[in-house]
């Protein structure tokens, strides 16, 4: 048969297998996967049919049932539709960005090293159920829980296990933080059908602290919309928050009432022995000789709350057993944190110190004023007391990071990146360890009321012999 011919057999064979479909589907659904297909060739009883962007697997997945009885019905000896991946889809128009920028993932956030235990077991397999089978499994998928459990971690990973084993779906991972900037942003620079267009062109739509939404009614209409959008068509949502669906009041019903449409559960504190496993772990990774067994029973015993601190407290441990010299044993474990937090732990939660003191006591271990510490200086010294101070306002407070960003006058994504970079300086030797002991002594010493720190070029004093071992930056 002449090209001309097939060509013309092939456009009559899908437009009326296209026409069929157009009625029994959603228009935006047609218009997303079905639209963008084109018929190239017939093999036997079958009719290619190619997908642009890397959309060949899903389509196949989700729509090969209707392709095939469409075609069945309107073509008299074709059976089926094979679809395969094309070439890219067109090029956005200039002026404007068709995808959203995810925010990077920690790779540390995996399965593999995530502790479970049984406050998390049901969090756990969930996650890795809507990993392997996004938009199938629980949609949306809603985590929630206090900070420092592990939301953060099991919303990476499912990420992360996509990226690795489903480069083909357009995956977007931000925060509510974020959500909302980039909605505001858009209104002004491109509209709200340029936003529209890139978040309901997304496969999965990761979103961390959705509880940040609460309070701006315009963004959550948006998102009212894009939840609608994406999950009509079946594209995986999953959410996390520091409370349940139905405890968000100043979130509108209708969107607590959509949270609540697949899977929601709740990441509980961990257990004496999910605490040791976890224990084990950073164990590995710090830079100490082993340390005895009764000695990480004995540090579990002491941090209770939550991950996040036993990170803390086995970072203020290591640093305590390079700094003397000495194994980690039960006593060396009971004298690091008896420094660290004082002789009462009872006594010192009830009077845990607020963000403005916490902000003081770093600006004079580091010797700059807090104007500098809250302006929109990015000197090495600046920035690194800013981050000091966030961090520790995050281990000593149970401020959120959304109220946390608001006390320092940033944003969630400044504050996330702010905690993850001290973590990654601290060693026994670094001068973030030497920085946080210096802030962590004056709130220990007077916790609410420290002089705010004037400005000077003086380096600032070392920490006091009489305090605590003297270390070396």
């Known amino acids: 048969m002449p090209a001309d011919a097939l060509n013309d057999e092939l456009t009559e064979i899908w437009r009326r297998v296209t026409n069929e479909l157009r009625a029994a589907l959603p228009p935006s659904t047609f218009k997303l996967w079905i639209a963008p297909l084109r018929a190239t060739s017939i093999r036997g009883s079958s009719l290619c ?97 206090p900070p420092g459990l592990g939301k953060t971690h099991l919303v990476g990973a499912i990420a992360n296990y996509l990226k690795r084993h489903r480069p083909d779906l357009n995956l977007h991972y931000t925060t509510a933080e974020r959500f909302t900037t980039e909605f505001v942003a858009a209104l002004r620079k491109d509209g709200p059908d340029r936003f529209k267009e890139r978040y309901r062109a997304l496969d999965a739509l990761l979103i961390d602290d959705v509880q940040a939404l609460e309070g701006k009614e315009r963004t959550q209409e948006e998102f009212v919309h894009t939840f609608n959008a994406l999950h009509a068509t079946g594209k995986q949502i999953v959410l996390s928050s520091d409370r349940p669906p139905e405890a968000l009041a100043r979130l509108a019903e209708r969107l607590r009432d959509r949270f609540q449409w697949g899977l929601s559960t709740a990441l509980g504190p961990p257990d004496l022995r999910t605490r040791t496993a976890v224990l084990w772990r950073l164990a590995i990774d710090a830079p100490i000789p082993p340390p005895e067994p009764l000695a990480i029973r004995e540090l579990a015993s002491h941090a209770t709350d939550n991950v996040r601190k036993l990170e803390g407290a086995m970072t203020r441990v290591a640093a305590y057993s390079s700094v003397l010299g000495q194994p980690v044993t039960p006593g060396l474990v009971r004298e690091a944190l008896s420094l660290a937090n004082g002789p009462d732990p009872a006594a010192r939660s009830s009077h845990a110190p607020g963000v403005g003191p916490i902000q003081d006591a770093v600006c004079s271990a580091v010797g700059i004023s807090r104007e500098d510490l809250l302006s929109t200086k990015r000197t090495a010294r600046v920035c690194q007391a800013r981050q000091v101070a966030i961090y520790l306002a995050r281990e000593l407070t149970t401020l959120s990071v959304a109220q946390i960003a608001r006390e320092f006058d940033r944003d969630h994504s400044t504050v996330l990146h702010a905690i993850r970079a001290t973590e990654s300086r601290l060693g026994p030797d670094s001068k973030t360890t030497v920085i946080l002991a210096r802030a962590r002594g004056l709130l220990q010493s007077n916790p609410t009321n420290l002089p705010t720190h004037t400005p000077s070029t003086a380096s600032p004093p070392p920490p006091s012999t009489a305090a605590s071992p003297a270390v070396t930056p």
């Open 49 to 145: 049919v190619e997908a642009p962007g890397g959309k060949d697997s899903w389509i196949r997945r989700r729509y090969a049932a209707l392709l095939n009885d469409a075609l069945r019905r309107q073509v008299d000896g074709l059976r089926e539709v094979l679809v395969v991946r094309g070439g890219a889809e067109p090029a956005p128009k200039s002026g404007w960005t068709s995808a959203v920028e995810s925010l990077p993932v920690d790779p540390r956030h995996t399965f593999e090293r995530f502790v479970i235990g049984d406050g998390n077991r049901v969090a756990h397999a969930a996650a890795l159920a809507v990993a392997e089978l996004p938009g199938e499994a629980y949609n949306p998928l809603f985590l929630h829980g």
